[in-house]
């Protein structure tokens, strides 16, 4: 059973940048479409960007031109650049594959951004 940890957040003020990590316990990125989602208090989990495995990228019109999806297939990592941060990007941070196939999620990574 594949496991995903994720990492990178933290606080950070509007306009700042935050890098995500996607670390998987075994090579999947080469077989599966990857994406990066987000949930915020009281609202449900969306999709936020998501890479196939060839490399090709899709991103939620919320997030186009602030954040790039990208993925070190060496590494098993994935990763979500984000910048240019908005008060309305506070959320928790989960990465699965696109449709979701991993069960259950992993704990996800905290960004608060916050003046």
């Known amino acids: 059973q594949v496991q995903l940890v994720e990492s990178g957040g933290g606080l950070v003020q509007p306009g700042g940048s935050l890098r995500l990590s996607c670390a998987a316990s075994?090579?999947?990125?080469?077989?599966?479409?990857m994406g990066w989602y987000r949930q915020a208090p009281g609202k449900t989990r969306e999709l936020v960007a998501r890479i196939t495995s060839s490399g090709s990228t899709n991103y939620a019109d919320f997030v186009k031109g602030r954040f790039t999806i990208s993925g070190d297939n060496a590494k098993n990592t994935m990763y979500l650049q984000m910048n240019s941060l908005q008060p309305e990007d506070t959320a928790v941070y989960y990465c699965?594959?696109?449709?979701?196939?991993?069960?259950?999620w992993g704990q996800g990574t905290q960004v608060t951004v916050s003046s």
């Open positions: 699965n594959t696109n449709p979701v196939l991993i069960s259950p």
């Open positions: 075994r090579s999947i990125f080469t077989i599966y479409t």
